[in-house]
């Protein structure tokens, strides 16, 4: 079943004549083409990509004519949209509620007369992304090697010298040289006191002494790639090895158990009981894991809600990354990007060391 005909079985079970599709993201899912300022259009019957001037020829030569129809609207795509519909006889039509601003909702509102609009496109969409198919996983497998091999290129450029702004260009620049499309997400760079922040941003200031944190990730053909590696710069001490074991028995604990059908939650109970047994009880602040995807942060989520009952299946992507911060002090963080794949097996994308690695 193709992901047009999926959809189109959803849309039905929900009682919708269509579904206008407005998110660059999902606009690529769907149809295989990347472009802002359009609409893809489902209905029962056909199904369109409105596209203007500046991208019709692209969408021509990408776009699969046996499943969507392309136009160039000689008017507003809002206006154009409506006139679809009333051809297709839509009475009902799904937006994207996770995507759409109430601005564009209330101009669609003005803009689609006698048609009843309602929230479900996203949920369609979203629900369908979560599994990924063997396309989807050798893309991301393309995407990590990259990042692996980032990784290794830093190890052997990295220089006292260097401030946290030219360690993320430098990694940047050689992903891209690589063959990344972009980047998965902005660059986490962080030296000594930085690294007890999660979500460092890039200083420009030379690299601190003590735990230097990457995390990062390549994009290819719109899928992203997710890995973190700590090392220590300069000589770690006792309390560091510590801290640097702990995460990484916690990392590797929960990566050995995960298996198809366990509860997100009980893999990051697994890493967590193993951090606060080692006394670090409230130095891991955030989930296990998430979904990656075509987003970085997709469902699933690997973390400690009671009530999220969710459970790996096959063709779920996620990372496993458990950290511990000391604040004012210093942190540590490794991640790996995993799929459960179609015999329910676990496979592990990321192929780079996780010893403690000291540099200078």
Request: proline residues 2%; negative net charge; aromatic residues 10%.
């Amino acid at each position: 079943m193709t992901r047009l005909e999926k959809f189109k079985s959803e849309l039905a079970a929900a009682g919708a004549d269509a579904a206008v599709i407005s998110s660059q993201i999902n606009i690529r899912y769907m149809t295989g083409f990347d472009y802002t300022d359009g609409y893809v259009l489902i209905t029962k019957n056909k199904s369109y990509v409105l596209a203007d001037f500046r991208y019709i020829e692209a969408a021509n030569m990408t776009v699969d004519k046996t499943q969507y129809e392309v136009v160039m609207p000689d008017c507003s795509m809002l206006i154009y949209l409506s006139s679809l519909m009333d051809k297709e006889e839509v009475k009902t039509v799904l937006f994207e509620e996770a995507t759409l601003s109430y601005s564009d909702f209330e101009r669609m509102k003005k803009m689609f007369v006698g048609k009843e609009l309602s929230e479900g496109a996203s949920k369609i969409a979203d629900d369908m992304r979560l599994y990924k198919d063997a396309g989807e996983i050798e893309k991301m497998k393309k995407a990590q090697a990259i990042t692996d091999a980032g990784f290794s290129h830093m190890l052997e450029v990295l220089t006292p010298n260097m401030t946290e702004i030219e360690a993320a260009l430098e990694l940047e620049f050689f992903m891209r040289r690589m063959g990344a499309d972009g980047l998965a997400f902005e660059t986490i760079a962080a030296s000594g006191t930085a690294s007890a922040l999660p979500h460092a941003v890039p200083r420009n200031v030379k690299l601190e002494s003590g735990f230097f944190t990457l995390d990062f990730g390549a994009k290819v053909d719109g899928y992203c790639s997710d890995m973190t590696r700590t090392v220590v710069l300069g000589k770690a001490d006792d309390e560091m090895k510590k801290l640097y074991s702990t995460v990484l028995l916690a990392q590797t604990t929960a990566l050995e158990a995960l298996c198809e059908g366990m509860l997100c939650r009980d893999a990051d109970k697994i890493a967590r009981d193993i951090i606060n047994g080692a006394g670090y009880e409230g130095r891991f602040g955030h989930s296990l894991g998430h979904g990656v995807g075509m987003y970085i942060h997709e469902s699933p989520r690997l973390a400690s809600i009671p009530t999220y009952d969710v459970r790996i299946s096959k063709g779920h992507v996620v990372t496993v990354e458990p950290g511990i911060y000391l604040e004012g002090k210093y942190g540590c963080r490794i991640e790996d990007m995993v799929v459960c794949r179609e015999d329910g097996s676990i496979f592990d994308f990321t192929q780079s060391r996780k010893d403690l690695i000291e540099l200078f």
